[in-house]
C-alpha cells in the first residue's frame, strides 16, 4: 500500500498518509533519522530512493502549507500542461486565517479561493484552469503566450473573464484586466494599432492601413513593394471556420502578386524587432 502511494505521488507522502498505511511515529522518525525519508516541512516527507523531481518538488511545496493549500500562478500552470518546465519558486495560495510559517523557495498568496476555483489534479490541489490562465499569464515569467495557447487548446474567454471577477482584488488582477480587454473582441484591432506604432516608431514610411487588395482590405500595405501584412489577436486560429477563412483570403492576395507577412499578437509585443526586420527585407526586395 505504501509502495502504491509512493509511486502515484512522486515520492512524497504525508504523516497521515503514512499512519493510514499502518505506519507509527516511531517508525517514520526511524526512517527520517537514516536518512532513508527526507523531511521537507512538518508532516510532509519524500523518500529518498528515487529522483527528487520537479513533481515532487511541487508537490511536497504544496502540501507543506496544509490541507487547505493550492498550487497557484506558474506552479499551477507547470501543474496543468500549460508551460514546459517548472517554476523555480512555487506559487502556493493558501486561506487567509491560516497560520503558517514561510517555507524556502515558495511564494505564498494568503486568499480565500472559491470552491470553482480550486481541483484537485493528479493528487494535488491547485487553482482550476480558468483562474491559473489568467494568474499565470501576468506572472513574471509567463506572459501572453499562456493565455493564447488556452485560448487555443483549453478554454473560453467567457470562463476567464468568470474567474478574473471573482477573484479582483488578487495579486495581478489589473494586469490581468487589461490582458483580457485585449484579448477580447477587440484583439485584432488593438493589433493593427501596435503594428502601426512599430512601423512608426521604426520610421518605415510608403505603407497604408486598410488597403484595398483583390477584392479584400488588408491590415497594412505597402503598395509600390507589393507588401501586405496581416495581423492577428489571441487565438487567431482557434475556429476552423476562420482558419479557412483567413487562408482563401491570403491565397487570393498571393495571387494578385502580393507577398503576405502574417504577424500573430505574440510576435508583436515579444519580438518586435524580429517582426520590423522582416518588414524591411520583404519591401527591400526588387
Request: charged share 25%; glycine share 8%; proline share 6%.
Given at each position: 500500500m505504501l509502495d502504491d502511494i509512493l509511486r502515484r505521488q512522486d515520492g512524497v507522502l504525508t504523516l497521515r498518509q503514512a499512519l493510514c498505511a499502518g505506519l507509527s511515529q516511531d517508525a517514520v522518525d526511524r526512517r527520517v533519522r537514516s536518512g532513508h525519508w527526507r523531511r521537507c516541512a512538518r508532516g510532509v516527507y519524500f523518500v529518498d530512493d528515487r529522483p527528487f523531481t520537479d513533481s515532487a518538488r511541487v508537490r511536497a511545496a504544496v502540501w507543506g502549507y496544509?490541507?487547505?493549500?493550492?498550487?497557484?500562478?506558474?506552479?499551477?500552470?507547470?501543474?496543468?500542461?500549460?508551460?514546459?518546465?517548472?517554476?523555480?519558486?512555487?506559487?502556493?495560495?493558501?486561506?487567509?486565517?491560516?497560520?503558517?510559517?514561510?517555507?524556502?523557495?515558495?511564494?505564498?498568496?494568503?486568499?480565500?479561493?472559491?470552491?470553482?476555483?480550486?481541483?484537485?489534479?493528479?493528487g494535488l490541489q491547485v487553482t482550476a484552469l480558468p483562474l491559473t490562465v489568467v494568474e499565470a499569464a501576468v506572472r513574471r515569467?509567463?506572459?501572453?503566450?499562456?493565455?493564447?495557447?488556452?485560448?487555443?487548446?483549453?478554454?473560453?474567454?467567457?470562463?476567464?473573464?468568470?474567474?478574473?471577477?471573482?477573484?479582483?482584488?488578487?495579486?495581478?488582477?489589473?494586469?490581468?484586466?487589461?490582458?483580457?480587454?485585449?484579448?477580447?473582441?477587440g484583439a485584432r484591432s488593438e493589433a493593427e494599432r501596435l503594428l502601426i506604432r512599430l512601423l512608426k516608431a521604426a520610421r518605415l514610411t510608403g505603407?497604408?492601413?486598410?488597403?484595398?487588395?483583390?477584392?479584400?482590405?488588408?491590415?497594412?500595405?505597402?503598395?509600390?513593394?507589393?507588401?501586405?501584412?496581416?495581423?492577428?489577436?489571441?487565438?487567431?486560429?482557434?475556429d476552423s471556420d476562420d482558419f479557412h477563412a483567413d487562408r482563401v483570403r491570403q491565397n487570393a492576395i498571393s495571387l494578385a502578386g502580393w507577398q503576405v507577412l502574417r504577424f500573430t499578437w505574440l510576435d508583436l509585443t515579444e519580438h518586435p524587432q524580429r517582426v520590423i526586420a522582416e518588414i524591411r527585407r520583404a519591401i527591400a526586395r526588387p
Open positions: 496544509g490541507a487547505r493549500a493550492a498550487a497557484s500562478g506558474l506552479a499551477a500552470a507547470w501543474w496543468h500542461g500549460l508551460t514546459k518546465f517548472a517554476p523555480e519558486v512555487v506559487e502556493v495560495t493558501i486561506p487567509r486565517a491560516q497560520r503558517r510559517s514561510h517555507l524556502p523557495s515558495t511564494r505564498l498568496r494568503r486568499r480565500d479561493l472559491r470552491p470553482a476555483d480550486v481541483v484537485a489534479h493528479r515569467g509567463g506572459g501572453p503566450k499562456i493565455l493564447d495557447s488556452s485560448l487555443q487548446r483549453h478554454v473560453e474567454l467567457r470562463g476567464l473573464w468568470t474567474a478574473h471577477l471573482r477573484n479582483k482584488g488578487r495579486h495581478g488582477s489589473p494586469a490581468a484586466r487589461r490582458l483580457l480587454q485585449v484579448a477580447d473582441d505603407w497604408k492601413a486598410n488597403h484595398p487588395v483583390a477584392g479584400y482590405r488588408v491590415d497594412v500595405a505597402f503598395p509600390n513593394a507589393r507588401v501586405a501584412i496581416e495581423v492577428d489577436g489571441f487565438a487567431f486560429h482557434s
